[in-house]
């Protein structure tokens, strides 16, 4: 069960209007006795106007962020971390044609860029960075940056001062 606490949270850390209303409508479908009630917001709203999938059985951790709420399609089983951030054309999803059929995890403090693919039983790690426009159907470790299909994991902290807007 999401705490209003958290929802208030997560809405302080989205700037923009657009975000707000996607997270606002994301979190309240999660609490039990005001699902219904948001129903048409969600299929009107996230669906038809930012043609964004995220069902609600996704689970979400705090902190969630998505800066342009547009075009991102989440698979119903997938799992997200804390203080996640995911941008525009993001796809999580499932490879219904290979032996790697699962839905991805998303580990807490990972940065997903614009039009990123995670396709399968995929585990990105904390504190990751996966770039722009990548696919990625390997597993990411913890402190890596995925770009151009190569993993490069971070050798100082040099992604701290991202993670510090979080605190």
Do not use: Q
Not at 64 to 77: G, L
Not at 118 to 134: M, P
């Amino acid at each position: 069960m999401i705490s209003f606490s958290e929802i208030r949270y997560c809405l302080k850390i989205n700037k923009s209007l657009s975000s707000k209303v996607a997270v606002l409508i994301i979190f309240l479908e999660r609490v039990n006795y005001l699902k219904y009630l948001i129903l048409p917001f969600r299929v009107v709203i996230l669906n038809w106007f930012y043609n964004t999938e995220i069902p609600p059985s996704v689970k979400i951790g705090r902190g969630f962020r998505i800066p342009h709420p547009y075009n991102i399609i989440i698979h119903s089983k997938s799992y997200i971390g804390n203080k996640v951030t995911l941008y525009h054309g993001v796809t999580l999803g499932a490879n219904d044609l290979s032996l790697n059929y699962g839905a991805p995890i998303i580990e807490d403090g990972c940065f997903l860029g614009a039009n990123s693919l995670i396709i399968g039983s995929v585990k990105i790690g904390e504190f990751s960075v996966i770039c722009a426009g990548e696919r990625v159907t390997v597993n990411v470790p913890e402190k890596s940056i995925y770009i151009n299909s190569e993993i490069n994991e971070i050798k100082n902290d040099s992604f701290s001062h991202y993670y510090k807007i979080f605190e």
